[in-house]
């Protein structure tokens, strides 16, 4: 599909609704992924990134609107769906008892290509994931990173037009995620459109062009990594005040201060606050110490997913699973 | 710094390999699909030989064990029910590691593997039809350590290395039929544990209320009339009467039609659970 435009939309998907019993995973996800781009589908666990994926790779049948991958409907054309797409799911979908050369063989026999073609497609795949040393033993005794790699090259044994990563870092350690990361990075360079989930908003900052924001089935922001960045600040305060009798004043200094509606967690005696600009927190200290209100505890700190789904949502992240298990 | 030399230059030709575009050939046929998931399959048993135990220890424990403790008390001898039992414990022993597709389906079928075969533009069924395939692989295993045992204790069958090939044979078939009803339950269940107890539950009224063990003519009426309708029976006389050289074109009839019942009801519901599964 190298000949599609950038213009062209590889993932198009307009009010996925999935149902499991009384739980609607999905509840209306529309989609856009232009050709040729990262898009990062951000969430908590539990918020349907799963599901949709799997709805997106034909794995799962939507219960209500529609999708189309390279133009091709994922129910109607589920056959030719599969054809242009890579999946690697959030569980290693290789097989753990094989080897590492005998599951990018079997990969390969299964899309299509020889078997003199599947074993030098093994051998080199293994050779540029790193896992030379590792090819003739059983999966199961690999490293989390290598699994990782083991399962992505199991998805690129023939070069994938739309590859839909499902959590492909989670549980890595740091220099595994950067492998992962630059691994991405080459597929995309050479024309291949990613969707990737991810429940860490610096995995979808470093890789995505587009970041959609999903919780409970929803999507509740979609933007560039910059947008949805201005939208919960570029950081954000964290005000600990040792009076809390002085928790209104402090409030109004926040907010006149940097301009905002400063978020108070009265529980944890914290007042917390979207900062655009770092340099304002300079001015409010001024105004704290001249209007006499005492500091315990003051920081900035750089947005996390918990932020933005405090911004976005007004619950936190964590809580996810807990409050839908009491509603 | 070697380390950060060598990471630096594998990151290098990971940019350069990955990136070179393969560009997907034709997917492969339903056939080379199947063959190819079947060849995943032996080489799962060649990695973990531990799954032929119920093809190789149990028999050889059912035969000893059947021979010796009844033999005398059935047949008068034990040379002479080894005769009688030995076909019928063959079809037994084949019959039961059928089950064994079922377990193992249900606990494949979870693992993320399944995903990635369902997301391949290959034939849908090809992961079952492989999968039944290389257990064919286990049943051989199965008919040959019998034959081995009992051949080593004395039975001698009448029929020749033909009628002897024709009655595994027959048995890998109804085996391979009878492996899509416990594939569909495979599928179905949500535990490998609750596959087992309901398949065990329909494998003794199979196996046990048939003539494996006995002549049926001192049973009760009801019970007769049961093992002249079960399929195992027809098998078994149909083993039987090829090893001992005088094989009953209408047994082999019967377990044919059987078999054939079996993949028309049982092939189309287990494929459309496993498109259905999620």
Same mark, same amino acid.
């Given at each position: 599909?190298?000949?599609?435009?950038?213009?062209?939309?590889?993932?198009?998907?307009?009010? /996925?609704?999935?149902?499991?019993?009384?739980?609607?995973?999905?509840?209306?996800?529309?989609?856009?992924?232009?050709?040729?781009?990262?898009?990062?589908?951000?969430?908590?666990?539990?918020?349907?990134?799963?599901?949709?994926?799997?709805?997106?790779?034909?794995?799962?049948?939507?219960?209500?609107?529609?999708?189309?991958? /390279?133009?091709?409907?994922?129910?109607?054309?589920?056959?030719?769906?599969?054809?242009?797409?890579?999946?690697?799911?959030?569980?290693?979908?290789?097989?753990?008892?094989?080897?590492?050369?005998?599951?990018?063989?079997?990969?390969?026999?299964?899309?299509?290509?020889?078997?003199?073609?599947?074993?030098?497609?093994?051998?080199?795949?293994?050779?540029?994931?790193?896992?030379?040393?590792?090819?003739?033993?059983?999966?199961?005794?690999?490293?989390?990173?290598?699994?990782?790699?083991?399962?992505?090259?199991?998805?690129?044994?023939?070069?994938?037009?739309?590859?839909?990563?499902?959590?492909?870092?989670?549980?890595?350690?740091?220099?595994?995620?950067?492998?992962?990361?630059?691994?991405?990075?080459?597929?995309?360079?050479?024309?291949?459109?990613?969707?990737?989930?991810?429940?860490?908003?610096?995995?979808?900052?470093?890789?995505?062009?587009?970041?959609?924001?999903?919780?409970?089935?929803?999507?509740?922001?979609?933007?560039?990594?910059?947008?949805?960045?201005?939208?919960?600040?570029?950081?954000?305060?964290?005000?600990? /005040?040792?009076?809390?009798?002085?928790?209104?004043?402090?409030?109004?200094?926040?907010?006149?201060?940097?301009?905002?509606?400063?978020?108070?967690?009265?529980?944890?005696?914290?007042?917390?606050?979207?900062?655009?600009?770092?340099?304002?927190?300079?001015? /409010?200290?001024?105004?704290?110490?001249?209007?006499?209100?005492?500091?315990?505890?003051?920081?900035?700190?750089?947005?996390?997913?918990?932020?933005?789904?405090?911004?976005?949502?007004?619950?936190?992240?964590?809580?996810?699973?807990?409050?839908?298990?009491?509603? | 710094?070697?380390?950060?030399?060598?990471?630096?230059?594998?990151?290098?030709?990971?940019?350069?390999?990955? =990136?070179?575009? +393969?560009?997907?050939?034709?997917?492969?046929? =339903?056939?080379?699909?199947?063959?190819?998931?079947?060849?995943?399959?032996?080489?799962?048993?060649?990695?973990?030989?531990?799954?032929?135990?119920? %093809?190789?220890?149990?028999?050889?424990?059912?035969?000893?064990?059947?021979?010796?403790?009844?033999?005398?008390?059935?047949?008068?001898?034990?040379?002479?029910?080894?005769?009688? +039992?030995?076909?019928?414990?063959?079809?037994?022993?084949?019959?039961?590691?059928?089950?064994?597709?079922?377990?193992?389906?249900?606990?494949?079928?979870?693992?993320?593997?399944?995903?990635?075969?369902?997301?391949?533009?290959? *034939?849908?069924? !090809? !992961?079952?039809?492989?999968?039944?395939?290389?257990?064919?692989?286990?049943?051989?295993? =199965?008919?040959?350590?019998?034959?081995?045992?009992?051949?080593?204790?004395?039975?001698?069958?009448?029929?020749?290395?033909?009628?002897?090939?024709?009655?595994?044979?027959? %048995?890998?078939?109804?085996?391979?039929?009878?492996?899509?009803?416990? !594939?569909?339950?495979?599928?179905?269940?949500?535990?490998?544990?609750?596959?087992?107890?309901?398949?065990?539950?329909?494998?003794?009224?199979?196996?046990?209320?048939?003539?494996?063990?006995?002549?049926?003519?001192?049973?009760?009426? *009801?019970?007769?009339? *049961?093992?002249?309708?079960?399929?195992?029976?027809?098998? %078994?006389?149909? %083993?039987?009467?090829?090893?001992?050289?005088?094989?009953?074109?209408?047994?082999?009839? *019967?377990?044919?039609?059987?078999?054939? +019942?079996?993949?028309?009801?049982?092939?189309?519901?287990?494929?459309?659970?496993?498109?259905?599964?999620?």
């Amino acid at each position: 599909m190298s000949t599609l435009d950038t213009q062209t939309m590889a993932i198009e998907a307009h009010g /996925l609704v999935k149902t499991f019993g009384e739980n609607r995973a999905v509840d209306g996800v529309d989609l856009a992924v232009r050709a040729g781009t990262v898009y990062g589908v951000l969430g908590p666990n539990g918020a349907g990134k799963t599901t949709t994926v799997r709805m997106l790779t034909t794995l799962l049948r939507p219960d209500g609107g529609s999708a189309r991958v /390279l133009g091709r409907d994922v129910v109607d054309d589920a056959d030719e769906v599969r054809k242009f797409i890579g999946l690697t799911g959030q569980y290693a979908s290789v097989d753990e008892d094989l080897t590492g050369t005998e599951n990018l063989v079997l990969q390969s026999r299964l899309v299509g290509l020889s078997r003199a073609q599947s074993k030098r497609r093994a051998a080199e795949l293994l050779e540029s994931f790193d896992l030379t040393d590792a090819a003739s033993r059983p999966v199961k005794h690999f490293s989390g990173g290598m699994r990782r790699r083991i399962d992505l090259a199991a998805s690129i044994v023939v070069t994938p037009d739309v590859l839909f990563l499902d959590e492909p870092t989670t549980g890595l350690d740091p220099r595994s995620r950067g492998q992962v990361w630059d691994i991405i990075r080459d597929l995309v360079a050479g024309g291949t459109t990613v969707l990737l989930t991810t429940q860490y908003l610096d995995e979808a900052d470093q890789l995505a062009d587009r970041i959609a924001v999903i919780d409970r089935g929803t999507v509740i922001a979609e933007g560039t990594s910059a947008d949805l960045k201005a939208s919960v600040g570029r950081s954000s305060l964290h005000l600990r /005040l040792a009076d809390e009798t002085q928790r209104d004043l402090a409030e109004r200094l926040v907010a006149q201060t940097l301009d905002t509606t400063p978020r108070s967690t009265p529980e944890a005696g914290v007042i917390t606050a979207p900062v655009a600009d770092p340099d304002l927190v300079a001015d /409010l200290m001024i105004r704290l110490r001249a209007e006499g209100v005492r500091i315990d505890e003051i920081g900035v700190q750089r947005p996390s997913l918990d932020e933005v789904f405090l911004t976005l949502t007004g619950h936190a992240a964590e809580d996810d699973d807990t409050e839908r298990t009491a509603a | 710094m070697t380390t950060t030399t060598t990471e630096t230059r594998a990151a290098e030709r990971s940019a350069s390999r990955v =990136a070179a575009r +393969v560009d997907r050939p034709q997917p492969p046929s =339903a056939l080379s699909a199947s063959l190819t998931l079947g060849w995943r399959s032996v080489l799962k048993i060649r990695r973990i030989p531990e799954q032929l135990f119920d %093809v190789t220890f149990q028999p050889v424990i059912f035969i000893l064990m059947f021979v010796y403790l009844f033999g005398g008390a059935v047949s008068g001898s034990t040379q002479e029910y080894l005769q009688f +039992v030995l076909p019928g414990i063959l079809v037994q022993t084949v019959v039961m590691a059928s089950l064994y597709t079922g377990i193992s389906l249900n606990t494949d079928i979870g693992k993320g593997i399944f995903d990635r075969f369902r997301s391949l533009p290959i *034939w849908r069924p !090809a !992961a079952l039809v492989g999968a039944l395939l290389a257990d064919s692989i286990r049943y051989v295993v =199965a008919a040959a350590v019998c034959l081995a045992v009992g051949m080593a204790m004395g039975f001698r069958p009448d029929g020749s290395v033909f009628d002897v090939v024709a009655a595994v044979l027959l %048995v890998l078939v109804f085996a391979f039929s009878l492996s899509w009803i416990f !594939a569909f339950l495979g599928l179905v269940m949500r535990s490998a544990g609750a596959v087992q107890g309901v398949s065990m539950l329909a494998m003794f009224p199979l196996t046990f209320a048939s003539n494996v063990f006995v002549d049926p003519s001192t049973m009760p009426g *009801w019970l007769r009339a *049961w093992v002249d309708v079960n399929p195992v029976s027809h098998l %078994v006389t149909a %083993v039987r009467g090829l090893m001992a050289g005088g094989p009953d074109a209408g047994d082999i009839g *019967w377990s044919l039609i059987g078999c054939a +019942v079996l993949i028309a009801v049982f092939a189309p519901l287990t494929v459309r659970a496993y498109r259905r599964k999620s």
